[in-house]
């Protein structure tokens, strides 16, 4: 009898369970169902910044980071390009400011107000070839020249002067061709005023909050640029104090700043290096004397000393006599055994 009881009460108690994880099932149904919800009302915010295009270069973005790899740095530079195309064919959404390093491009895509970042893989080289930027500036009068300049089959790098007839038109090219470029930043040259620097320069005698004023003004006027280089400042770009301010300004938005060395003095790079900015310095220009042969004697300086250094950044203009000796010179630098890379793949951080 005893034991038949007990037989019973224990049955009694399996039922009890039984109820019990019942219950919690349904709870749970019911939490996931809230939770799915959540979800999906996440996935739909992120749906009304339209990042299907974006999802098809880089697979579905994850606020804990989404990896992709890619077979070289072409590839990734190509992924780059892809991506950039496919964020600014989708309302809402945006490419944030790139950082790279060796082996690894590091970004974030916003989409809405979420934030998603992406990074970008792919293996070393086992040897690395010979890098040469170069970068056309005073871009911004000409919207035709421009172009001419992007359809090179070598990636040369824009920067844009600013408050030009069609610097935003540029831009807006730029934006829509997914190509990196510069912010041509006016600055104070040995001569001025006869030596006219433009609209909007930075000028010796402006105080800190002037200059840093201004430095924000030129930023935001094109907020997809890489990086900033000087134009002139062979005054400007030998004093320490407005160097910090506008390196200041760059560290605030992830920006690389290229000394174009428009004085022998210079200690724009030197400040950049100081504060944490990637920086580079240019190590040739390359049509100060408008003619094909000069043009063409010094890219061959600029692709020896890639050779030599590993890196180097030859800067231009927008000439047409500049633009013919490049169209000219394109297939020749890959025999030359040097590549012709966009300015930002040659900073460097730290001492470099
Ligand atoms: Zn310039």
Redesign the pocket.
């Given at each position: 009898m005893a034991r038949k009881r007990k037989k019973r009460r224990s049955a009694g108690s399996r039922w009890g369970l039984v109820a019990v994880v019942a219950v919690l099932a349904v709870g749970i149904g019911f939490l996931g169902g809230y939770l799915w919800n959540d979800l999906r009302a996440v996935r739909q915010t992120a749906r009304r910044a339209d990042t299907a295009r974006v999802e098809t270069v880089v697979g579905q973005l994850d606020p804990a980071g989404v990896r992709v790899r890619a077979a070289n740095r072409a590839a990734a530079d190509g992924l780059l390009d892809r991506l950039r195309r496919a964020a600014g064919q989708s309302p809402g959404v945006a490419v944030g400011p790139v950082s790279r390093r060796d082996g690894r491009l590091d970004l974030t895509v916003a989409a809405g107000p979420d934030r998603y970042p992406v990074t970008i893989l792919w293996p070393a080289p086992a040897e690395r070839v010979p890098r040469l930027a170069i970068v056309i500036?005073?871009v911004g009068r000409n919207l035709d020249r421009a172009e001419a300049f992007l359809d090179l089959t070598v990636p040369v790098t824009l920067s844009i002067?600013p408050r030009q007839r069609h610097s935003r038109d540029v831009a807006d090219l730029l934006r829509s061709r997914g190509r990196a470029y510069l912010v041509?930043m006016p600055m104070e040259p040995q001569g001025y005023p006869s030596v006219d620097p433009g609209p909007g320069a930075l000028l010796a005698g402006m105080d800190e909050a002037r200059i840093r004023a201004l430095v924000r003004q030129h930023l935001d006027d094109f907020p997809g640029a890489v990086g900033v280089n000087n134009?002139?400042g062979s005054r400007l770009t030998e004093l320490e104090a407005p160097m910090g301010w506008v390196a200041d300004e760059l560290a605030r938005r992830g920006l690389f700043f290229l000394d174009?060395v428009t004085s022998g003095r210079t200690v724009a790079a030197e400040v950049a290096r100081a504060r944490g900015l990637p920086w580079c310095r240019r190590d040739v220009f390359i049509d100060n004397d408008r003619t094909e042969d000069a043009i063409g004697r010094q890219l061959e300086r600029a692709v020896q000393r890639a050779r030599k250094n590993g890196t180097a950044v030859a800067i231009g203009?927008p000439y047409p006599v500049t633009l013919r000796t490049l169209r000219a010179w394109a297939p020749r630098f890959r025999q030359l055994g040097v590549a012709v890379v966009p300015v930002a793949d040659v900073v460097r951080t730290g001492e470099g």
């Open positions: 500036d005073d002067l041509h134009h002139m174009s203009h």
